[in-house]
């Protein structure tokens, strides 16, 4: 009789050989769960293992089924997120509407120190969560050391103290009566993450929503959940109430769509692609669910001959390849006013192949990977698309030769510039969300306007001019939700930030967010006698 532990032995190294026989892309499937009896299965995964974090606990899925989570920039197994499903949001759900009496009664400075509390563990632990983010996204450690972990500690901080000085409204009718807006938290809220900014673009949206008072039931994208864990450890650290924030990690149809479909989660604020987005949007319309979709962009980044060149050229690389172009926000159209449009394209496309396509953990690489082997192919099926379209490659276009050994199978892609494109193609009309972009000649004002505005999205637009009355003019005419002059991703937290047409619906951001994830009430006093 073979004792327990030998068993399990034998248990764990069947199941190993069982799990190395699975495709990559499949996930480690009930069967195994139903060997884990006394939580075996967790064991059965390599590396690192991504649970759902629900009532203040780290807990297995109910399914025990668990995803792989590929390295991008090795495009090898590193670690297993949670595959979970309604279940899961069902124990979320109920665990933060359990939390919601008394965090929504919790005193505005109480909530504001814990969230304060939260930003400060996240500066301690930048350096841990830089290097978690990205090898988990495949952006360069600098990108995300510089840039995603401040800006989420940042978002805590600014809801934290935005909730220490809000006015509210109050208006005396004639003489007959006194009115005053009430401003209450939601209830539970969901809160559902792309993989392109994961914490920054998180907790941009739990740092409000439970700043107001709301409980959460939150959803990273499965291909990038670790930071999100890990600020669960760092929320339960600074004291957060358990049942308050609840992630669930998981697939966008086995677990967003159950957290968009619950009718106890009275709202949803969601960031991702627009045919996703509209998805949510049809879910929430019957149930008259408060929404906010921040969606795709295909951003004009517009330059007139009287720029400041070398400003517009050194703004263009960021707005076109940051983050790998993996920015909703990001300039993917470059007009240029043609008097300058070839001294611009010779300078831009000589700096653009300057750029370092390397290891994202390498303190001199620019460009680190694409977050996963269908979004590069994707990059590459409208590289490919843009020379049918007949456009011409002037920089990049290829992947890179190896990067080094440990990167030999990730997912690189030099950045590309494109020219020679009609304006109204596919390849200018569609979000590629990759490190390519266009760049077109134009001859007017109307005509580069135009140009801008034929286009189903309404997100960003950046313009380069030394003329104060152009800028004011044209900044007026263009659809989008934001304009930058003669700058890129400045970003003040208190202006309201998304955009129109198919780049979204409603606002994030200071005043807006704060409105958001609360609901106004009017009081109305008659006056007596
Ligand atoms: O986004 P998805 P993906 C664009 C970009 C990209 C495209 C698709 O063009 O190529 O969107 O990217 C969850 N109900 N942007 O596939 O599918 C999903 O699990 C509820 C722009 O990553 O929109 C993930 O957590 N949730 C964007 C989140 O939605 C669902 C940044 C986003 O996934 C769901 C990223 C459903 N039915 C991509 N299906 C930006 N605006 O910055 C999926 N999800």
Not at 40 to 59: D, H, L, P, W
Not at 90 to 109: I, Q
Not at 138 to 151: E, M, Q
Not at 303 to 317: E, M
Request: some cysteine; overall charge negative.
């Amino acid at each position: 009789m073979r004792s327990l532990a030998a068993t399990k032995r034998a248990t764990f190294a069947w199941a190993q050989r069982l799990r190395n026989a699975i495709p990559a892309s499949a996930r480690v499937c009930e069967e195994l769960a139903e060997l884990d009896a006394s939580g075996f299965a967790s064991q059965m995964t390599c590396g690192m293992q991504i649970r759902n974090f629900i009532a203040g606990e780290f807990v297995e899925p109910v399914g025990g089924c668990y995803l792989e989570n590929i390295e991008p920039a090795t495009g090898k197994t590193y670690s297993h997120v949670a595959d979970s499903d309604g279940r899961d949001v069902e124990l979320a759900v109920t665990a933060a509407e359990k939390a919601f009496g008394k965090w929504s009664r919790t005193s505005a400075a109480e909530r504001s120190r814990i969230l304060l509390r939260i930003a400060d563990l996240i500066d301690r632990d930048t350096e841990r969560l830089a290097r978690a983010e990205s090898v988990d996204t495949g952006k360069p450690l600098s990108l995300a050391r510089n840039l995603d972990i401040p800006r989420a500690a940042s978002n805590f901080r600014f809801f934290a103290t935005a909730i220490l000085h809000t006015e509210s409204e109050a208006h005396i009718t004639d003489n007959v009566a006194f009115n005053y807006t009430l401003r209450l938290p939601l209830g539970v809220v969901g809160l559902i993450s792309p993989w392109n900014l994961p914490l920054y673009l998180l907790t941009w949206k739990i740092a409000p929503a439970l700043a107001c008072g709301n409980t959460a039931v939150a959803k990273p994208s499965e291909l990038t959940p670790v930071t999100a864990s890990l600020l669960c450890e760092i929320c339960r650290e600074a004291g957060l109430p358990e049942g308050v924030l609840n992630v669930v990690q998981g697939t966008g149809q086995n677990v967003g769509a159950a957290i968009t479909l619950h009718p106890k989660v009275v709202a949803i604020s969601f960031t991702g692609g627009t045919i996703t987005g509209r998805k949510v949007a049809e879910s929430c319309a019957p149930m008259f669910k408060k929404v906010s979709l921040e969606l795709g962009g295909k951003n004009p980044n517009i330059i007139f001959a009287d720029a400041d060149l070398d400003a517009a050229i050194t703004g263009s690389l960021r707005s076109s390849f940051a983050n790998q172009g993996q920015v909703c926000l990001c300039g993917s159209r470059v007009f240029v006013e043609r008097p300058a449009y070839q001294s611009f394209v010779d300078r831009f496309v000589e700096k653009t192949s300057e750029l370092s396509v390397g290891d994202p953990l390498e303190q001199d690489t620019d460009q680190g990977a694409i977050v996963s082997k269908n979004q590069l192919e994707k990059v590459k099926f409208y590289v490919d698309l843009a020379q049918q379209e007949g456009g011409s490659i002037a920089a990049g276009g290829s992947a890179p030769e190896a990067i080094n050994d440990r990167c030999r199978g990730g997912y690189f892609f030099k950045p590309t510039v494109i020219t020679d494109l009609p304006v109204s193609c596919r390849t200018n009309r569609e979000e590629i969300f990759g490190p390519v972009v266009s760049v077109t000649p134009f001859d007017s004002e109307d005509e580069v306007v135009a140009y801008a505005n034929d286009c189903d999205y309404g997100l960003a637009s950046s313009l380069w001019t030394q003329s104060l009355n152009r800028a004011h003019r044209v900044a007026e005419k263009i659809h989008t939700g934001t304009v930058w002059i003669n700058c890129w991703m400045l970003r003040d937290l208190r202006v309201p930030f998304g955009g129109m047409k198919q780049s979204g619906v409603g606002r994030e951001g200071g005043d807006e967010a704060l409105r958001f994830f609360t609901e106004p009430k009017n009081v109305c006093i008659a006056k007596q006698g």
